[in-house]
């Protein structure tokens, strides 16, 4: 099962690939995922960056300032590891490992769990992250993909 899952979220990294990514863009992808949040009423904080420089965030009914911790926790997986936060954590389940001091990160800055995806451009690679925290993982996770696969199908 875990090869699977593992497999699923390594295709929708090479599915999910920007042409360009630019501030108007971060608007319109944050406005897609609070108008799928707020549709079901989920407790989320939203997040969009270009490199290190906050493009977007929103922090709908029932999200806490913790969400706002994980977001950063989250985010400084993909940019240290170029892959969504969801996969690394999942590979490093399958090997029986997490990150921790063992792995050179400290573990209150850097969490393996689902929900920050990778903004990649194709021909340039990583160049900023969109993050969800206040679900379950997997549930985080889903909701960027949806919205990812909806924008760059517009």
């Known amino acids: 099962m875990s090869d699977d899952l593992i497999g699923r979220l390594e295709q929708q990294e090479r599915d999910l690939v920007f042409t360009r990514f630019d501030n108007t863009d971060a608007w319109r992808l944050g406005s897609l995922l609070v108008a799928k ?3 079901k009423d989920l407790p989320v904080a939203i997040d969009i960056r270009r490199g290190t420089q906050q493009l977007f965030h929103a922090a709908l009914p029932g999200s806490v300032a913790d969400n706002d911790t994980w977001i ?6 993909v940019q240290r590891y170029g892959a969504s936060s969801y996969l690394v954590g999942r590979r490093l389940a399958a090997k029986g490992q997490q990150l921790d001091a063992g ?5 209150a800055l850097y969490a393996a769990h689902g929900g920050a995806f990778p903004i990649r451009i194709k021909d340039v690679g990583v160049v900023g992250v969109v993050t969800v925290s206040g679900l379950p993982q997997a549930d985080d996770h889903a909701l960027v993909v949806e919205a990812v696969r909806e924008f760059l199908s517009l």
């Open 37 to 39: 949040a707020t549709g």
């Open 72 to 77: 950063d926790r989250k985010v400084r997986v």
């Open 103 to 107: 792995m050179g990160v400290e573990p």
